[in-house]
Nanobody, 123 residues
Framework: QVQLVESGGGLVQAGGSLRLSCAASGRTFSRYAMAWFRQAPGKQRELVAIITSGRSTNYADSAKGRFTISRDNAKNTVYLQMNSLKPEDTAVYYC?????????????????WGQGTQVTVSS
């Protein structure tokens, strides 16, 4: 069983930056693919970024060039650095873990989820 706890959300002006963190419990963190998803009100949950155990990454088009996903296996933590934030980035951001690793982009591939952290970008 893996427990994920996100932090770092908040209110920021457009153009600003935030760094989200996701702390994971368990001894198998380094073997999992980790991802960030987000869900805006009235919309489906969507992928933002993925990082595999081998540190391969993939990003949604909306995140490319602005967001960076990284991981620190010694700290069992995955990060999402978000720069040049836009009002349309406003959403609840969720951390998720995929025990099968890989670059799966669908929510069904992720067995473990955090509770989410709110990111609000004002114009």
């Amino acid at each position: 069983q893996v427990q994920l706890v996100e932090s770092g959300g908040g209110l920021v002006q457009a153009g600003g930056s935030l760094r989200l963190s996701c702390a994971a419990s368990g001894r198998t963190f380094s073997r999992y693919a980790m991802a960030w998803f987000r869900q805006a009100p009235g919309k489906q949950r969507e992928l933002v970024a993925i990082i595999t155990s081998g540190r391969s990454t993939n990003y949604a088009d909306s995140a490319k060039g602005r967001f960076t996903i990284s991981r620190d296996n010694a700290k069992n933590t995955v990060y999402l650095q978000m720069n040049s934030l836009k009002p349309e980035d406003t959403a609840v951001y969720y951390c998720a873990a995929n025990p099968l690793n890989g670059l799966a982009a669908t929510t069904e591939a992720y067995a473990y989820w955090g509770q989410g952290t709110q990111v609000t970008v004002s114009s």
